[in-house]
C-alpha cells in the first residue's frame, strides 16, 4: 500500500472515548512522523493541539472526510515510546478519554502549541588566564571587576545572576569587562535549581538503614517495589538520598514525588544541600513557562533528580533510573477531578514498565500498601526506630468528659502546657479544623449561618469579618441580627484553629503563638516566615491544621496536644478511621525530634474506643492489622475494588435518574460478580449549588471490575439523560462522600 495512504490517529481533548483521524498536512511525508509529536488540527469551526497516536492505513471514518492536519508542531516526539504506553493504560484503566488523558500529562504551554524549547541561563566560569591574573594592578582602578573574579576562582561550579542578587545591578558590565580580558567565559545552562558545590556527607548510617540501602541496591536496573516502613524521624529521607546517589553514579535521573512541597521546603533544601547537580522542582507556585521549562530539562536528561508533587509522575526523563513516593498514605496523591489517577499506584505501573526500582514511604503505611507487603508483591523495609538520640514519643488518651473545657482546651492539657513551657519547650496543637468556629448560631432561636449553595454551614472568619462556606468558597459579611427572629445574640457555635489562637493568647499572655492553616499561609512567603519563628523560639505554641503534621521538623517541641480525638471515630467515609489514624501519628512525630522526649496527649469523649486505645498503646501498626480485618470482613477495599459513578446537575432528578439508567445499563450487560449500590444522593447533596448523586460499584477482583466498567462507560454518553448531567467516573475512589 502507498505511504501517501496513511492516516494520522490523533489523541486530542475531548470527552469523547475514541481517538481521532486527519491526513498528514500538506507538504509532510508521513515518513517523518512519529508517534508523540503534536500537530496543529482543525477541529470543528475552530483549531486543536492534537497527539500522533499512531499512523494506519484503515481510517476509523469514511476516507473522503478526512481533513488534513494544519501543521506539524514538533520535529521530535515529545513523549517518549515509554510514557506513550503508560498513558494509553491510563486511559484503559481509568475509563478516560485518550485525549483528555494526554492533555493532563502535557504542561498547560505544551497543549496550548507553544515550541518544545528549554530556556537557559548565563553561566559564568573563571578561566585558566583568570586563574593567574594579576589582581594587585587592577585593584586601584577596578574594584568591582576584581571583586568579581575572586568570586569566580573561589566558585567550583561557576556563577549566574542568581549568585550575584545582592550586587548592584552594574557588575553585568564588570563581567562583560572580565569576558573581554580572557579571565572568565560565559556559557549557557539550562535553568534548574543547583545544589551545593561541595555536597554534604550524610550521617553514618545504623544497622537498618544500612540494609535497607543494600536491598534496594540490589533492586536496581529490575522493577523491584519496596515499601520502606519507618516511624518518623527513623531516616526514610536519608535512605532516599544513599539510593539517589548511587542512581545518579549510574547516569540515571531519579523522580521523587511529595504530597506537596511548598509545605516542605526543608526537603528541597536537603536535597540541594546533599547533591551537586541540576534538579527540577515542579511545585504549584511555577508558572506555565516554568513549569514547561522544568519539564523540558527533564526529558533532555539535564535535570538529574525531579522533585514533584501528584502530576510529576507523568514527566518524561531520558534515563529514568528510580521512582521515589514520600509519605505513600496521603490522599493528595489521588487527583479527584478530571482524570481521577491515583499518582502511587501509577508511580508503580510506570516503574514495571520502565524495569527499575520504586520506593514507598511512610511511617504510616496505607493499608494497601501493607497488603501488597503481605501478598509478596513490595518487599518490606522497616525502621522501628529513630534515628540519632531521639526517643519515641508517650501517647496518652485524656478523658474529657465531664471537664471543663475552654474553646477545646481541657484544664490538665492547660497545665500540661505550662509544665513544658516553663520549662523552656515548644508546644504544638492540633486541631483540623480552620477558622473562627464552624458556624454561627442564634441564641433566641436556633438558627444557623447556611450556605446558600451547598448543603453545609458556613464557618465563621472573625478577623476577616465574614462567613465563608469551605466547600463553593462563597462568603458573606457576618451579619449582626438573625435573619429569622431578629435577636442580636449571635453565637459562634464550636471552635477552629483561628478561635484556640484568641483564646491561647489570654490563657498563655506573654508567650510567641503561630498559627498554621491555609488560612495563615495564604501570603507567599508566610509559611517560611512562620516556620522561621518556630526555629527561632520566638514562638513557643504552634496552632494548627493538618498542615502541621507533613514533614516538619521542630526539635524543641515536647508536647504535641490533639484537641480532638474523636473527629476521625464517626466519619462517613470507611477511611475516615484510618486517616485519622495516620494524622494522629503523623503529628505525633513531630513531637521530641531531638534529644528531649516527647509526649502526645489525645483529647477524647471516647477513652474506651478499642481502636483509639490500640493506637496509643501499640502503634500504628497494630491498629492498621485491627483495621484490615474490619476491612477484610466487612469486605471493603483493599479486599475489594470500587468505582464511583458520580453525576451532578442544578436539579436532583436528572442526576437520579442518570444513575438509574446507568444501573440498568450495567445489567444488561451483565454484572457477573460486580454488586452495584445506589443511586443515592452524596453525604453532602447539595454543594456549589449542584445536586450531586452517586452510584457505587464493588467487586471482588479487579478483573470482573473493569470486564464491566469498559463497555458501560463507552455507553454512558448515550444515556438519554446524560446530556443533562456532569458525570465522571472515580476508579478505586480514596473518598467516597
Ligand atoms: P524520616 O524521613 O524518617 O523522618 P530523616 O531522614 O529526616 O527521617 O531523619 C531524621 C533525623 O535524623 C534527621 O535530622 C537526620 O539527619 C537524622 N538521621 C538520619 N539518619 C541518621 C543516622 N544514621 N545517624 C544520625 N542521624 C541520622
Ligand atoms: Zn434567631
Ligand atoms: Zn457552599
Request: with cysteine.
Amino acid at each position: 500500500m502507498p505511504k501517501s495512504d496513511a492516516v494520522l490517529r490523533i489523541a486530542i481533548p475531548s470527552p469523547l472515548y475514541s481517538s481521532f483521524d486527519y491526513l498528514p498536512p500538506a507538504g509532510v511525508s508521513p515518513n517523518t512522523l512519529q508517534p508523540g509529536m503534536r500537530l496543529r488540527l482543525p477541529f470543528g469551526r475552530s483549531q486543536t493541539v492534537g497527539i500522533l497516536l499512531e499512523t494506519s492505513f484503515t481510517p476509523q471514518i469514511e476516507r473522503g472526510k478526512l481533513k488534513p492536519a494544519l501543521e506539524l508542531l514538533d520535529n521530535e516526539a515529545l513523549l517518549p515510546a515509554e510514557l506513550m504506553a503508560l498513558l494509553r493504560w491510563v486511559s484503559d484503566y481509568y475509563h478516560h478519554p485518550i485525549g483528555e488523558t494526554f492533555s493532563t500529562a502535557l504542561p498547560s504551554a505544551l497543549r496550548q502549541g507553544e515550541a518544545a524549547l528549554a530556556k537557559h541561563r548565563s553561566l559564568w566560569r573563571i578561566t585558566n588566564a583568570g586563574q593567574e591574573a594579576d589582581t594587585e594592578a587592577l585593584a586601584r582602578r577596578a574594584k568591582r571587576q576584581v571583586d568579581l573574579l575572586l568570586r569566580l576562582r573561589a566558585s567550583h561550579n561557576g556563577l549566574t545572576a542568581e549568585h550575584l542578587t545582592e550586587l548592584p545591578r552594574n557588575w553585568v558590565d564588570a563581567m562583560a569587562a572580565l569576558v573581554k580580558k580572557g579571565w572568565a567565559e560565559l556559557e549557557q545552562i539550562p535553568a534548574l535549581e543547583y545544589g551545593n558545590e561541595q555536597p554534604e556527607q550524610g550521617p553514618e548510617l545504623n544497622a537498618e538503614q544500612k540494609q535497607a540501602v543494600e536491598r534496594i541496591q540490589q533492586g536496581l536496573g529490575m522493577f523491584s517495589p519496596f515499601l520502606l516502613d519507618g516511624v518518623t524521624g527513623s531516616g526514610k529521607t536519608e535512605i532516599y538520598l544513599r539510593s539517589i546517589a548511587t542512581t545518579l553514579d549510574a547516569g540515571q535521573q531519579a523522580l521523587v514525588l511529595v504530597p506537596e512541597i511548598t509545605l516542605t521546603p526543608q526537603l528541597v533544601e536537603r536535597f540541594k544541600r546533599r547533591f551537586n547537580v541540576p534538579m527540577a522542582v515542579l511545585h504549584s507556585g511555577l508558572n506555565d513557562r516554568e513549569r514547561l521549562n522544568a519539564w523540558l530539562l527533564a526529558r533532555s536528561g539535564d535535570a538529574k533528580i525531579i522533585i514533584g508533587t501528584r502530576s510529576a509522575v507523568f514527566t518524561p526523563m531520558l534515563k529514568p533510573g528510580m521512582i521515589i513516593i514520600d509519605e505513600e498514605h496521603d490522599a493528595s496523591f489521588k487527583q479527584q477531578s478530571g482524570l481521577r489517577y491515583s499518582a502511587r499506584d501509577l508511580a508503580i505501573v510506570r516503574a514495571s514498565k520502565l524495569d527499575i526500582p520504586v520506593i514507598l514511604g511512610s511511617a504510616t503505611p496505607s493499608l494497601e500498601s501493607l497488603l501488597n507487603v503481605e501478598q509478596g508483591r513490595y518487599q518490606h523495609l522497616s525502621l522501628p526506630q529513630r534515628a540519632g538520640s531521639a526517643k519515641p514519643p508517650r501517647i496518652d488518651l485524656m478523658d474529657v468528659r465531664h471537664q471543663q473545657m475552654e474553646d477545646q482546651l481541657s484544664q490538665p492539657l492547660q497545665q500540661l502546657m505550662q509544665r513544658h513551657l516553663d520549662n523552656g519547650n515548644q508546644v504544638l496543637l492540633f486541631l483540623n479544623r480552620r477558622g473562627f468556629s464552624p458556624t454561627l448560631i442564634c441564641h433566641e432561636c436556633g438558627w444557623v449561618a447556611h450556605c446558600r449553595r451547598c448543603d453545609t454551614h458556613m464557618t465563621l472568619h472573625l478577623k476577616k469579618r465574614h462567613l465563608r462556606c469551605h466547600h463553593c468558597s462563597s462568603q458573606r459579611p457576618v451579619v449582626q441580627q438573625c435573619p429569622d427572629c431578629g435577636s442580636p445574640d449571635l453565637r459562634p457555635l464550636g471552635s477552629g484553629t483561628e478561635r484556640i489562637e484568641t483564646a491561647l493568647s489570654q490563657h498563655f499572655p506573654g508567650v510567641g503563638l503561630s498559627r498554621i492553616d491555609r488560612d495563615s499561609t495564604r501570603n507567599k512567603g508566610s509559611l517560611e516566615s512562620i516556620l522561621a519563628d518556630i526555629n527561632s523560639g520566638a514562638s513557643r505554641i504552634l496552632i494548627g491544621t493538618q498542615m502541621l503534621a507533613k514533614g516538619h521538623h521542630f526539635p524543641n517541641v515536647t508536647l504535641v496536644g490533639i484537641l480532638d480525638g474523636d473527629q476521625g471515630l464517626f466519619g462517613v467515609d470507611f477511611r475516615a478511621g484510618e486517616r485519622m489514624a495516620q494524622l494522629i501519628i503523623q503529628v505525633a512525630g513531630r513531637a521530641g525530634r531531638a534529644d528531649k522526649p516527647g509526649h502526645v496527649v489525645i483529647q477524647t469523649h471516647h477513652p474506651d474506643n478499642p481502636m483509639l486505645q490500640l493506637l496509643c498503646q501499640q502503634g500504628y501498626h497494630a491498629y492498621a492489622k485491627a483495621a484490615q480485618s474490619e476491612r477484610q470482613l466487612t469486605a471493603l477495599p483493599p479486599y475489594s475494588h470500587m468505582a464511583l459513578l458520580r453525576a451532578e446537575a442544578s436539579h436532583s432528578l436528572p442526576p437520579e435518574n442518570f444513575l438509574e439508567q446507568a444501573s440498568q445499563l450495567a445489567q444488561q450487560l451483565g454484572t457477573n460478580g460486580v454488586e452495584l449500590y445506589g443511586p443515592m444522593p452524596a453525604v453532602m447533596e447539595k454543594r456549589a449549588g449542584k445536586y450531586r448523586y452517586q452510584l457505587l460499584l464493588q467487586a471482588q477482583t479487579r478483573a470482573e471490575l473493569h470486564r464491566l466498567l469498559g463497555p458501560w462507560t463507552s455507553q454512558l454518553n448515550k444515556l438519554p439523560e446524560a446530556r443533562k448531567v456532569r458525570w465522571s467516573l472515580d476508579v478505586d475512589p480514596v473518598d467516597l462522600i
